[in-house]
């Protein structure tokens, strides 16, 4: 991930309107903010969520809140807290999904 050329910026997450996406199960609600190819989240999953998707796309997630599963498509799962990240990139060591029983709020760069 390269960060493009762009003005000091302040994002107030609030006035950023939330798009829905439906999971296999639960939604994902985003904030996004788009800066050329770079993309800024902050994404909220439902309880129960589970992402309708492998994803190979690279990112730099923190959780702000809750607990969010993370598996490989290669078979390792984990496990992370509020104060935990991962970061992982475009194709790089394996597709990715979310899931969350309780919940979670996430930070998303990618």
Request: net charge negative; proline share 4%; with cysteine.
């Amino acid at each position: 991930m390269k960060l493009p050329t762009s003005p000091f910026t302040v994002t107030d997450w609030s006035q950023i309107e939330a798009t829905t996406h439906p999971g296999e199960s639960g939604e994902a609600k985003w904030r996004t903010l788009n800066i050329g190819e770079l993309r800024v989240r902050m994404v909220e999953y439902s309880p129960g969520y589970l992402a309708d998707h492998w994803c190979d796309r690279g990112h730099v997630l923190y959780v702000l809140k809750g607990e969010l599963d993370s598996e490989l498509r290669d078979g390792r799962k984990f496990k992370l807290t509020a104060g935990m990240s991962y970061q992982v990139s475009d194709f790089g060591d394996a597709a990715h999904r979310s899931s969350t029983t309780t919940g979670a709020t996430l930070f998303i760069v990618d």
